[in-house]
């Protein structure tokens, strides 16, 4: 089939498939890699590309490449594994950026640091995870959501590396920091104020697991917390807690974190 471009006689059926079959060794493609594999128009392929992206049948990668997604990689598992959160996180960032037109954010404990993904507001995808794309757990709602509901161990190991200072309003008070985990601890909610970047604060949320333990945090950006903090904070507790819910009926076996590592005190 590689190799010829004509489409004469083919059905949708058959082109699909032909698109498919290019990934049975989970492979990553480039449209044009699709279309000479799959003996099909760079045209057609891209616009039948493009509805299993909307489908989530394809993955889009952030460079712009094609990759298997989530529904036909369970496919055929014989003990129906069930998704990470990091898995799940695509549909509830859609939603939550789409409802409140915010950056959304959902991230994992990853060391000192948290590893997310993210949509931005209008028609670009979720980006793609990767254990080196990470923020600092300490200057974060992200982070402090996390943290808040983290072993005191863990705490202690983001103290001990110290508080960096990202803007002048970054928390690098010890004592200051704790007091703020103790509030997200009440309040389930973690607000920073212009701490990573200058003129935009966080909203965060917890999500937890089947045993109770913290597995992940959502995070909303927001450029005026006096206006925006209720609304905010409404559409995260929904989705936070429809996805700790959802995440509540699984094997706790799969609930493992996907860039959750340990690291040690520099």
Known sequence: MAGNSTESGRSVTSKITSILMTF????????????????????????????????????????????????????GTGDAVAPSVVERAPWVLDDLAGATRSRARL????????????????????????????????????????????????????????????????VTSPDRFRRALAVTRLTRVAVTRWELEQGVSGVAMPVFGPGGDVVAAIELAVADLSRELQPVTAALAVASRSLSRELATEPRRHMRAVGQRTFTHA
Do not use: C, N
């Open 24 to 75: 049975t060794e989970g492979s990553v493609h480039s449209l044009t890699e699709i279309a000479r594999l799959a003996g099909l128009p760079v045209s057609t392929a891209h616009r039948l590309t493009s509805e299993l992206a909307s489908w989530r049948l394809l993955d889009r990668t952030d460079d712009g490449l094609y990759r298997v997604g989530l529904p036909l990689r369970m496919l």
């Open 107 to 170: 991230g994992v404990l990853a060391g000192p640091e948290v590893a997310y993904l993210e949509k931005q507001p209008g028609t670009r995808p979720v980006s793609s995870f990767s254990p080196a794309a990470t923020l600092p757990a300490h200057a974060t709602a992200l982070g402090r959501a996390l943290l808040a509901f983290s072993d005191p161990e863990i705490v202690d190991a983001v103290l001990t590396r110290g508080l960096r200072a990202y803007t002048p309003h970054t």
